[in-house]
């Protein structure tokens, strides 16, 4: 036996508008039934108890395509790596996963963090209640590279295992990457942005193609991190398959991303932190720190250009909020990147979509998850009011009523419980 769930509106995390008076039928963690709920049940649900989450809206459990579990939201990572017992980063990892899944996140994308591969597994096992993961391992840079940045002169040089300086050396890089068992390949096209800096090109697109011929033999797909035009070109070279950032797009580039099934992820609510909560001071004197802001803010012009150019040419847009990726963001503020979406020009169900299908389809879950058909594992969402009238709703935990993962529920209001069926047997069998 399963349940059923009639909600007053529902978003499937495909069409373009959100349908009204619904009804879904959910067995052995998936859905497999969907109607209006005016309409009779379906006879062989009939005898199934019947969950009644009127006044709120049921969408996909959200997704998330670019994080990093591992890190909070700290100002000085490098005292952080200098500091780290074993095992640190994955209990950071685990408290930051709940809080993401708190929000309504079943799953999300990890774009380097090696420990979180532990957490990634001990989910997967069901030892603890945490969002699908899939992980990068760690990033590929060229030495100094974006990802190997930390100036440890006083100390022996941190080993980073993830800096590859030819194509040979990314091809052992990627292969040591795929026997640690990661799930897809992360390469750094670029650097961030920074003084004079731009994102510009740091591996070679030789490079990145030496990374996307091994992960595509064995069906892994690459995501690059590229912020400025150059680099942006050299990964779509290379055949990545996701842009991750991609601040500086020219239409040229939106058109070739778009040929190729290239995703873009404008991790819109990096800039959106940059521009209204600032920089970590460090040691920079005032003026320097003016100049970071302006540099933020123009970085943002750009990021609503490269969008719409995107949008225009028909490139697959999905969510990723680079959550982890620096200071004064925190895991839970997830849906920030829907809300920025939103304000960069997406309408409400664009960037619902860009949080479900879209990246279900970029993580090559599009089969199992981020739509709510029939068939589709039963990650869901019942938000309280109506998330096409206002995103921001999904920022708040008092409009999260409930997230399920697979007819589960991982956390319901006190009100919405009662409907809801406790024996396993109704959920599972
Ligand atoms: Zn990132």
Redesign the pocket.
């Known amino acids: 036996m399963g349940y059923v769930v009639k909600v007053s509106r529902l978003y499937d995390g495909v069409d373009s508008k959100i349908t009204e008076d619904r009804a879904v039928a959910i067995q052995g963690g998936r859905f497999v039934w969907i109607g209006s709920s005016a309409d009779e049940i379906p006879e062989k649900y009939r005898t199934w108890p019947v969950a009644s989450a009127e006044e709120f809206t049921m969408i996909p459990g959200l997704i998330d395509g670019?994080?990093?579990l591992c890190n909070d939201s700290v100002p000085d990572r490098a005292m952080v790596i200098l500091t780290d017992l074993p095992g640190a980063a994955t209990l950071r990892a685990l408290q930051n996963a709940r809080a993401t899944l708190d929000m309504g996140f079943t799953t999300v994308r990890d774009?380097?963090g090696l420990e979180v591969m532990a957490l990634r597994d001990a989910g997967r096992a069901g030892a603890f209640t945490v969002p699908r993961i899939q992980s990068a391992g760690y990033?590929i840079c060229g030495t100094g590279g974006h990802m190997d940045r930390d100036k440890f002169y006083n100390a022996r040089l941190r080993d980073n295992p993830g800096v590859a300086d030819s194509p040979d050396e990314v091809r052992r890089v990627a292969r040591t990457l795929l026997k640690l068992g990661v799930d897809f390949i992360k390469v750094n096209a670029t650097r961030g942005f920074g003084g004079k800096i731009r994102g510009h090109q740091e591996m070679t697109s030789d490079e990145m193609t030496a990374a996307t011929e091994i992960a595509h033999k064995v069906g892994k797909r690459v995501a690059s991190?590229a912020m400025g035009t150059d680099g942006i070109k050299g990964s779509l070279d290379a055949r990545v398959d996701s842009v991750?950032?991609g601040f500086w797009l020219t239409p040229e580039l939106a058109d070739q991303m778009a040929a190729q099934g290239t995703f873009l992820l404008p991790?819109a609510a990096?800039l959106y932190r940059n521009v209204t909560r600032g920089f970590y001071r460090g040691g920079m004197t005032d003026a320097e720190l003016s100049k970071m802001h302006d540099l933020a803010a123009s970085a943002r012009e750009a990021m609503f250009e490269s969008l719409s150019m995107a949008m225009d040419s028909g490139v697959k847009i999905a969510v990723?909020s680079?959550m982890?990726?620096g200071p004064f963001l925190y895991h839970g503020e997830n849906a920030t990147e829907l809300e920025q979406l939103v304000e960069a020009g997406m309408t409400p169900i664009e960037a619902l979509k860009a949080g479900t299908s879209t990246c279900a389809d970029l993580m090559d879950l599009g089969t199992e998850l981020g739509r709510i058909a029939s068939g589709y594992l039963a990650d869901f969402v019942l938000v309280r009011g109506n998330p096409d009238e206002d995103i921001s709703l999904l920022s708040h935990r008092d409009s999260i009523a409930a997230v399920f993962m697979e007819g589960r529920s991982v956390r319901i209001d006190e009100d919405l419980a009662r409907d809801f069926p406790t024996d396993s047997d109704e959920i599972v069998q």
């Open positions: 670019h994080v990093h774009c380097a990033g991190h991750e950032h991790t990096t990723g680079d982890g990726g």
